[in-house]
């Protein structure tokens, strides 16, 4: 399993992309259509310092509107996908009573 340096967590909805960068000390966040194209053209390419073969996306399972962005990343550029059940991630907040 390859390590990684970041992580980028992409909020998926139909409409649109919220992405978080957090390196473990900072965190920078952006917006974009939920798009391949705009994905790359909005994040990753003004990202240029940031080595993406050692960056883990992480996205919550929203039906199909996180298919074609994780698809990609995965299959297409090589990258460390992952995706949450949101159930799983419901169950966290609740056990820390946060939301």
Same mark, same amino acid.
């Given at each position: 399993?390859?390590?990684?340096?970041?992580?980028?967590?992409?909020?998926?909805?139909?409409?649109?992309?919220?992405?978080?960068?957090?390196?473990?000390?900072? +965190?920078? *966040?952006? &917006?974009?259509?939920?798009? /391949?194209?705009?994905?790359?053209?909005?994040? @990753? !390419?003004?990202?240029?310092?940031?080595?993406?073969?050692?960056?883990?996306?992480?996205?919550?399972?929203?039906?199909?509107?996180?298919?074609?962005?994780?698809? +990609?990343? *995965?299959? &297409?550029?090589?990258?460390? /996908?992952?995706?949450?059940?949101?159930?799983? @991630? !419901?169950?966290?907040?609740?056990?820390?009573?946060?939301?």
């Amino acid at each position: 399993m390859k390590s990684y340096e970041k992580v980028v967590g992409i909020d998926v909805s139909k409409e649109t992309l919220s992405i978080s960068v957090y390196d473990g000390k900072s +965190h920078t *966040s952006y &917006e974009t259509r939920n798009t /391949v194209k705009s994905f790359f053209n909005d994040f @990753i !390419k003004k990202e240029k310092e940031i080595d993406f073969s050692k960056v883990l996306f992480m996205m919550e399972n929203t039906g199909v509107y996180h298919l074609r962005l994780a698809t +990609h990343l *995965s299959k &297409e550029c090589g990258y460390l /996908v992952s995706v949450a059940n949101p159930l799983v @991630i !419901k169950r966290y907040s609740q056990m820390n009573l946060k939301r």
